[in-house]
């Protein structure tokens, strides 16, 4: 499996970015596909997680209605929608995958990582 993670950049606070991670190297059926986060100097942390073959989906508490993951079955890319940005959304944003198993929802037990994508939010 290989993920390919890009889109992120320098915004203002309030603004918006989308991040894609484009996946590869096998069927995603029965597999969920999740954006995580990292500042420097601390742990990285679950962002969203989406079922590839129902599109269910999980946040974190943080986003609080202000990001949407997303994914194109055909294009085998997943997407992380991100609105009125704060500057503590500042962070490296990582794309992981993992087959279906106890606690992905939770960020558990990925087994492959995309590398990572800055993202900069100025206040």
């Known amino acids: 499996v290989q993920l390919q993670a890009c889109g992120g950049g320098l915004v203002q606070a309030g603004g918006s970015l989308r991040l894609s991670c484009a996946a590869s190297g096998r069927s995603f059926s029965g597999y969920v596909m999740a954006w995580f986060r990292q500042e420097p100097g601390k742990e990285r942390e679950f962002v969203s997680v989406?079922?590839?073959?129902?599109?269910?989906?999980y946040y974190s508490d943080f986003v609080e209605g202000r990001f949407t993951i997303s994914r194109d079955n055909v294009a085998n890319t997943v997407y992380l929608q991100m609105n009125t940005l704060k500057p503590e959304d500042t962070a490296v944003y990582y794309c992981?995958?993992?087959?279906?198993?106890?606690?992905?929802?939770?960020?558990?037990?990925?087994?492959?990582w995309g590398q990572g994508t800055q993202v900069t939010v100025s206040s």
């Open positions: 992981a995958a993992s087959p279906i198993k106890r606690g992905v929802q939770y960020g558990e037990g990925y087994d492959y």
């Open positions: 989406i079922y590839w073959s129902s599109g269910m989906t």
